[in-house]
């Protein structure tokens, strides 16, 4: 079969990587328009294109995949299907018709739950337990396709954005992989499509960097879980009160990149500190306390609490900016 793929992070490369791996030629990949990246905002091009180019797979950028050029273009590659994972683009019914058999998803959940831009990183904000891999098939609604595969996946107590989205996207390319050998053997393996059950369908929408912000009037736990899940991007973060002096840890945006969560029964204010020291910064929740383990002051590397609070005081009874807000 003639494969196209349609994917921009590493997610994504991670399947494509894995399908370059079988028989069926990739004949073009599809990725998002190269951006400012790092802190020197120096253009670069996605972990999905860097993969193609380095096999010499042409390599398509459209902004949009609306305009008749562009349907056209991905029409002349003549392809048998279209693998999706994590494209960032929506794709027209034309386009969704295009290949012979029309585009097929790898996305990061278990369907119907979580669909849109952000599982992931939703599954863990929501405290669950485990989510997993749909293969679907694409159709005009979002995520709304029938299922053709599913594959479970446990999430620790421990897991972040990062550790989870590695594990999903292993998962997701050898799930991908069993769905490609049903599609090219299908007298052998017929598929099964199953209908999504509309009445469990929740929603993943995008993350933006303003959620990272700590509401310190909600439970540890719930905190606890807003810093793993935005581990790495956008990262979670508390604001100190302004007019403190650089030398007793200036006022600011502190980003939050590892925490627990401790018992606490005590009367302080949400986001209080309550004691600072080499083990941490502890911090009066709505209920009970989280404990800053790493954090990462402006223009600084991360480090853990105890070289932070090397440099910078943290008196306890410091409440932290916006608490309650």
Not at 74 to 81: E, N, T
Not at 247 to 255: E, I, Q, T, V, Y
């Amino acid at each position: 079969m003639r494969l196209i793929f349609a994917g921009t992070p590493e997610f994504a490369a991670t399947v494509l990587r894995a399908l370059l791996a079988q028989p069926h030629p990739v004949v073009a990949v599809y990725t998002q328009p190269d951006r400012p990246a790092g802190r020197g905002r120096r253009t670069s091009a996605s972990p999905v294109k860097q993969l193609a180019l380095s096999h010499g797979i042409p390599v398509e950028q459209p902004r949009s995949l609306r305009e008749g050029d562009s349907q056209q273009a991905l029409a002349a590659y003549h392809g048998d299907v279209m693998i999706v994972a994590a494209y960032g683009l929506l794709l027209p019914e034309t386009v969704l018709r295009s290949p012979r058999l029309g585009c097929i998803n790898v996305h990061a959940s278990l369907l119907p739950r979580w669909r849109g831009a952000a599982p992931i990183q939703h599954a863990i904000l929501a405290g669950d337990t485990e989510t997993g891999i749909s293969i679907m098939q694409m159709d005009a609604g979002l995520d709304t396709g029938p299922v053709l595969r599913r594959a479970v996946c446990a999430i620790g107590d421990d897991d972040t954005g990062a550790s989870l989205d590695a594990r999903l996207a292993d998962l997701g390319a050898a799930t991908m992989v069993e769905t490609l050998a049903d599609l090219a053997t299908p007298a052998a393996a017929p598929m099964h499509a199953e209908a999504q059950d509309e009445t469990l369908a929740t929603y993943a929408g995008r993350i933006a960097k303003t959620d990272g912000l700590l509401d310190w009037s909600r439970p540890a736990e719930v905190l606890e879980r807003q810093v793993r899940a935005f581990n790495p991007w956008p990262v979670a973060f508390a604001i100190l009160p302004p007019g403190r002096s650089p030398a007793d840890g200036a006022g600011g945006r502190l980003r939050i990149w590892n925490a627990r969560v401790l018992a606490y029964a005590g009367g302080a204010s949400p986001g209080t500190v309550l004691a600072s020291g080499a083990s941490g910064i502890d911090v009066a929740t709505g209920r009970g306390a989280l404990r800053i383990l790493t954090l990462q002051a402006a223009g600084k590397k991360s480090m853990s609490s105890g070289d932070y609070l090397n440099a910078h005081a943290l008196a306890a009874g410091t409440v932290f900016e916006g608490a309650g807000a």
